[in-house]
C-alpha cells in the first residue's frame, strides 16, 4: 500500500490550492483518511481528517478555509484550501489507515510523502 500525495505550491496570501492523496497497491478498504502538516518549528498537527463514510472533522485554523472530498472509486482524498494564510506554509502530510487485502481484518496506518506549501507574497 502506498499513499501519494501531490498539490503543494507556492501561493500568495488569499490564494488557494488543492492537494491530492491517493492510495495505491493492495487496498481493500478505507477506513480512515486525513491531512497532517508540520509548520517550521513545531510539531505535525491535524488539519482535516474523514472518516467512513463521510464525517469530517478540521483543526479550528481551518475551519471554513479549507474543505475535504474523497472520491471512493480512486481511493483518493483531497483538500482543497482556499483564503490560506502565511500561517498556513508547512509541510503537508496525508495519513490513511487501510485494511490490505489479505489482512484478516487489520487496518494499519500508512503515511504518504510530504508535499510543501508556502503561503508568501
Known amino acids: 500500500v502506498q499513499l501519494q500525495a501531490s498539490g503543494g505550491g507556492l501561493v500568495q496570501p488569499g490564494g488557494s490550492l488543492r492537494l491530492s492523496c491517493a492510495a495505491s497497491?493492495?487496498?481493500?478498504?478505507?477506513?480512515?483518511m486525513g491531512w497532517h502538516r508540520q509548520r517550521p518549528g513545531k510539531q505535525r498537527e491535524l488539519v482535516a481528517g474523514?472518516?467512513?463514510?463521510?464525517?469530517?472533522n478540521y483543526a479550528d485554523s481551518v475551519k471554513g478555509r479549507f474543505t475535504l472530498s474523497r472520491d471512493n472509486a480512486k481511493n483518493t482524498l483531497y483538500l482543497q484550501m482556499n483564503s490560506l494564510k502565511p500561517e498556513d506554509t508547512a509541510v503537508y502530510y496525508c495519513?490513511?489507515?487501510?485494511?490490505?487485502?489479505?489482512?484478516?481484518?487489520?487496518?494499519?496506518?500508512?503515511w504518504g510523502n510530504g508535499t510543501q506549501v508556502t503561503v508568501s507574497s
Open positions: 495519513n490513511a489507515v487501510i485494511r490490505p487485502y489479505g489482512s484478516d481484518g487489520a487496518a494499519f496506518s500508512y
Open positions: 474523514i472518516r467512513s463514510p463521510s464525517s469530517t
Open positions: 497497491g493492495s487496498v481493500f478498504s478505507i477506513n480512515t
